[in-house]
């Protein structure tokens, strides 16, 4: 086996309030190998962005990384100084968000904040960053770059816009792309083009994606391993052939046969009663406890880590040997 | 009008004036500017059934939405609602018969009235409870329809989930006995789990209440779940209808079937997509022809000058193609 590019080790991510501290990422551990996609989902407030934020540097204080490792090729970075952290994002590690104005500056041109992001990572001088800017633009599929590069981002659509921010995370070959949910905002048939280049300039670069995302069949087209978070934990983690198809966690099970199909006709949905705990309410045991239709003593009491499960991973105390 | 129609949109059109501020105008030379979001749209909609409107946005599915339930007039065309005229003055006690519910719960529940008065408001403004008493068991009686407890209406809107908002947003819009549910995206901003519960929910109050329902989605998975026939928009226009299974096994215009390959295919079936290529046009200037042309494997001359109508086709369906008129493009399959 590879050694790992990324290494996310019993991580928790903590926002101190007044009326006691909130555990938002809760010992969540694993890794990524160098070329794969990880697809990472589960419900709003799962603490998926935050996982991402943590990794690229970017979390908002008050929120905090309390304890744990986070490793990139094997060295720790979730220690270092802003200013070498700001070093390794853009360089190492490529950011994409599912806004992508929030990536984009409106008072320069798509061509300045390429060459200037392109001048800072790489020697290059003006006219060969201007040129591989113009490089990567066609590589994105933006039509004429040449005449493009010149333009704002308020003249582009919502999915070239989303083009243009994956060329900017792309400029200096990171190693890890961090995506999140970056094609919620954009409709089915952009959607589908989106993917397919993540795809692409991942293979092309042999660059490890996280792919944040709360659409399955984002992550079932895309994904080679899938995470399943619930309340800021790990419930399961597999290829995503087997989390997709034979998943182990009951609210995995409960996620996917929750979801709409096309081409099958049921009646009513399967549904899970009830709804993510908030933060300030975890049931002590299992998270997902309270809507288990598996439920037993150990799990309104002990907390499950994640075991083997057949070809997944999950933290659920029906598979404890 | 076949008795069992509940409404009837007849060549419906709607145009917004986008133009810039007068001054910007003057200063710039330049005229105004009008965009057709809602272009020659018909359908019916059947007692009982669930036709869904689907397309991307900006395609013109909330403003029908909108049209239907009256928050503004049609530029050309008519609505009816059992025959009568809804632009008609004296139509205006049938629109207490329909009400709408929105993709966003929060944004269309007040945040300071607690959820018994947000739900009893339209029973109070339609007169329907002869008194205090009639008026608190119906509230209770609704937020038990909808999965809530009587005891919640003491709550206000921003102690529930995302999903027990919608619920409250269904709520009161049954308050009124409609008979017609105009849902604009209802569950697009909701957690697929979440999405189940309220799809379940409106199944179930569709058959024990005998609602009919607009319902519009841009997520076709949700739509074959949910629809009994689908109408699909592009650039304001209605391009195919057809019953929900017929429109997904087989579907007939190009925009269609394009639609339907660009779904991320859960199943890993290994299909290889047919690549979607292009984005909507801008629809100030919408392409002339067909307004699919530019994007579509199968314009041709023809396509690219004259505007397809939509024609019949067996099934009770019909689509606007000239390709799928000329009989260019196979029943099935690509
Ligand atoms: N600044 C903050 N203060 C307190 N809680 C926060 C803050 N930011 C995020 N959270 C909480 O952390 C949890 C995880 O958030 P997030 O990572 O954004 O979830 P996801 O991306 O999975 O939807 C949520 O419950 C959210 O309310
Ligand atoms: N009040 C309005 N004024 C001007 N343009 C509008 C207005 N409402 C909608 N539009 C435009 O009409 C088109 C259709 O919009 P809409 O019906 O909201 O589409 P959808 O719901 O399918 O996304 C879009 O181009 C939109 O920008
Ligand atoms: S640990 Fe128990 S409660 Fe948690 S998912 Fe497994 S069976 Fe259900
Ligand atoms: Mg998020
Ligand atoms: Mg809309």
Redesign the pocket.
Known sequence: MTAPLLEVRNLRVEFPTRRGTLVAVDDLSFEIAPGEVLGVVGESGAGKSLTGMAIIGLLEPPGRIASGQILLEGERIDNLPPDAMRRIRGKRIGAIFQDPLTSLNPLFTIGEQLIETLQVHLELDHKQARSRAIELLAEVGIPAPAARIDNYPHHFSGGMRQRVVIALALCAHPRLIVADEPTTALDVSIQAQIIDLLKKVARENGAAVMLITHDMGVIAETADRVAVMYAGRLAEIGPVKDVIHAPRHPYTSGLMSSIPKLGEQRESLAQIDGAMPRLTAIPPGCAFNPRCPKRFDRCMTERPSPMPAGANHAACWLYAS | MPPDTLLELKDVGRT?D?SRPWLDRVLEGEGRRS?R??DGVSFTIKRGETLALV??????????ARLIVGLYPPSEGKIEFEGADLSDPASSPMRRRMQMIFQDPYASLNPRWRVRDIVAEPIVAHGLAPDRATLEARVGELLSQVGLAPQDGEKYPHEFSGGQRQRISIARALSSNPEFLVC?EPTSALDVSVQAQILNLMKDLQQRLGLTYLF?SHNLAVVAHIATRVGV?YL?RLVEIADARDLFTQPRHPYTRMLIDAIPDLEMSGKARTPVAGEVPN?ISPPPGCTFNPRCPHANERCRSERPMRIDLPGSRSAACHAVEEGRLSASGG
């Open positions: 917004f986008v965009l979001a809602v397309g991307e946005s900006g395609c013109g599915k909330s403003t029908v604009d519009i928009m304001g629809p």
